[in-house]
């Protein structure tokens, strides 16, 4: 199976703008999970999204926002970008339902965001 | 919510030595431990993992520890070698009907040849 990808890979914007990230998660996975990783706070959780809908969500405000598609497909977007916005982010998808396997998360390459 | 710390913050050892990775968690409903192992400019990898029903688990020269009375858990690798190195990551969820993982701080491990 092909694994998770994450585009653009590389991102460079200016504070006030707004961007979009997408992750396509591993073919019949259900849940995509987006998080922030900074090299001073690790790696923040952001959402999580299964069948469509928002099942979960970090402690981040309100400019951060995401939506998953019918096909698992998951975007993220920061409206009003500001410097601190800088990081790598990281999607991961999984199955999203109960079974043996079901817990595991795989991570996608990332988007390196870069906020001038 | 979940809160996970990690220790030490970084690691040096000998090729050949252990070493140990401890991590604690707040929320006592966790039932999901996994590691993962991420090396420099690649995407975090899932290594090992362990569920709250198992005290512990091993794969090759890696183990994996759990306390839930005292809601700790640790990461053990044995026989050390240099592609060890990399940061690793502890992680707490509670899987019921959603997924949300935290991840402790990362532990920044070097394996000296």
């Known amino acids: 199976k092909a694994g998770v990808t994450q585009t653009p890979r590389y991102l460079i914007k200016t504070r006030g703008q707004q961007v979009t990230l997408s992750c396509s998660p591993i073919?019949?996975?259900?849940?995509v999970s987006w998080y922030q990783q900074t090299p001073g706070q690790g790696l923040q959780f952001l959402f999580e999204?299964?069948?469509?809908?928002?099942?979960n969500k970090g402690n981040f405000p309100g400019r951060f926002s995401g939506r998953q598609f019918s096909n698992s497909r998951s975007e993220m977007n920061v409206s009003t970008l500001e410097l601190g916005d800088s990081a790598l982010y990281l999607c991961?998808?999984?199955?999203?339902?109960?079974?043996?396997?079901?817990?595991?998360?795989?991570f996608g390459p990332g988007t390196r965001l870069t906020v001038t | 919510g979940e809160n996970v710390e990690q220790h030490p913050s970084t690691l040096s050892v000998q090729e050949g030595d252990s070493a140990v990775i401890k991590c604690t968690y707040s929320?006592?409903?966790?039932?999901?431990f996994p590691w993962y192992k991420q090396e420099l400019g690649k995407r975090p990898q899932l290594i090992i993992d362990?569920?709250?029903?198992?005290g512990e688990k091993k794969d090759q020269r890696i183990a994996v520890t759990l306390n839930k009375t005292a809601k700790h858990f640790s990461l053990h690798i044995t026989e050390t070698q240099p592609e060890d190195s990399a940061v690793y990551f502890c992680?707490?969820?509670?899987?019921?009907?959603?997924?949300?993982?935290?991840f402790g701080p990362g532990t920044s491990l070097s394996v000296i040849p």
């Open positions: 929320d006592s409903a966790s039932n999901y």
């Open positions: 992680a707490a969820s509670l899987k019921t009907s959603y997924d949300k993982v935290i």
């Open positions: 362990i569920r709250s029903n198992v």
């Open positions: 999204y299964f069948s469509e809908t928002q099942r």
């Open positions: 073919s019949g996975h259900r849940s």
């Open positions: 991961a998808s999984s199955p999203g339902t109960s079974g043996t396997l079901s817990y595991e998360q795989y």
